[in-house]
């Protein structure tokens, strides 16, 4: 592994200095409709010895047959078709152990590579052998359609940013939240493979759970300024089916925080306080949310006990905290006016705060 940067590191972009080799896995189940701009999208990539390999995992439609016309256009398409279904994360790690690459893409089959994407991530790593994975801004949309074209900043100056993989660690357990989507990210094989494969037991934070593990001891680096990769929001998407819901997600990003924990604590010079950190931040969000909820009238009392029991769960000084004394609160009163100037202050301060972490986000990637 390269020496490690020892502070965060702002530089303009450099070209690539190579031509290299770089392995798209795309796993698929049910997704045809989707299919083939994944796939136009990753074949338009230029500057990159590029092979795509498509997972079809046993699909009751028409993805099995468009990977294959495709792969008949094209010979860097390569599938494999699943006689029985295994599952996202098995087909994924399947995927990543057939690669033959310097770096790997994981990109689902409703996503998209924007142009240029996989060239400039390429000259990150090349820049930079100490990082891991590199990601970048992604463009978010909703429908079924395609992509819209991204809004462009005439202004915006293009740059890196690459931090110590413990620092943008460390910001993680702070935030106690993900903030990469997928599409923008590219990861190191070397790396990838070092760290193990994407863990099956969670399926809800696979992605999240692995930049962490890569951050315990690589450099991660990101791309300012550029759409790296389009995501895709519809009503069919993991994130609001299998995955959906606040409770679920709050839930699933503290096993993952457990997860990482239990198996990487070497890595971790203060894990128990970076650990207090993390569930006492996903606490706050599961109790603050609920707040938020009740204040708009679209919640119960029920709800309200649901959300204590789970932040209690998560960080065991939940009760300590104030919003666990605001929700209390909220639970003894019969109803909430609309007129509690004290409850209405709160939540536009709330909406406020979520809207400078957005940009704050945005902007940094952080």
Not at 152 to 163: F, G, K
Not at 167 to 196: D, M, T
Not at 311 to 318: C, F
């Amino acid at each position: 592994m390269a020496v490690a940067i020892r502070r965060r590191v702002t530089t303009r972009p450099y070209d690539m200095q190579r031509k290299a080799e770089v392995c798209i896995v795309v796993p698929v189940f049910n997704y045809g409709k989707y299919l083939e701009s994944c796939l136009r999208s990753a074949l338009g990539q230029e500057g990159v010895d590029l092979t795509v390999l498509v997972l079809d995992d046993s699909s009751t439609d028409d993805s099995l047959s468009i990977a294959l016309r495709i792969s008949d256009e094209d010979p860097r398409v390569q599938v494999i078709a699943h006689s029985n279904n295994m599952g996202h994360i098995p087909t994924v790690n399947e995927g990543i152990a057939a690669a033959n690459s310097e770096y790997v893409v994981k990109l689902d089959a409703d996503d998209m590579l924007t142009e240029g994407s996989l060239k400039r991530s390429v000259a990150l790593f090349q820049a930079f052998p100490s990082v891991g994975f590199v990601y970048g801004r992604p463009s978010i949309f909703i429908g079924e359609g395609p992509a819209p074209q991204p809004r462009s900043y005439a202004r915006i100056r293009r740059s890196w940013t690459v931090w110590n993989g413990q620092e943008w660690l460390r910001r993680r357990f702070k935030r106690g939240a993900n903030c990469i989507h997928q599409p923008e990210a590219a990861i190191r094989l070397s790396a990838l493979r070092e760290v193990g494969p994407y863990r099956e037991e969670l399926p809800h934070t696979s992605d999240f759970e692995m930049w962490m593990r890569l951050a315990t001891r690589y450099d991660v680096g990101r791309i300012n300024g550029s759409y790296q990769g389009w995501y895709r929001k519809h009503s069919a998407s993991m994130s609001r089916t299998v995955n959906g819901g606040l409770l679920t997600d709050a839930s699933e990003r503290a096993r993952a925080f457990d997860s990482l924990i239990s198996e990487c604590s070497e890595f971790l010079p203060d894990a128990s306080l970076m650990s207090d950190m993390a569930y006492r931040a996903i606490a706050r969000q599961t109790l603050s949310h609920a707040i938020s909820l009740c204040t708009r009238g679209v919640s119960n009392q029920g709800s309200l006990d649901e959300y204590a029991a789970l932040a209690l769960k998560i960080y065991n000084g939940a009760d300590s905290l104030r919003e666990w004394r605001l929700m209390s609160r909220l639970n003894r009163m019969n109803e909430i006016s609309e007129r509690n100037l004290s409850l209405m202050a709160r939540e536009e301060l709330r909406n406020f705060r979520h809207r400078l972490q957005w940009w704050r986000w945005w902007w940094s990637g952080v």
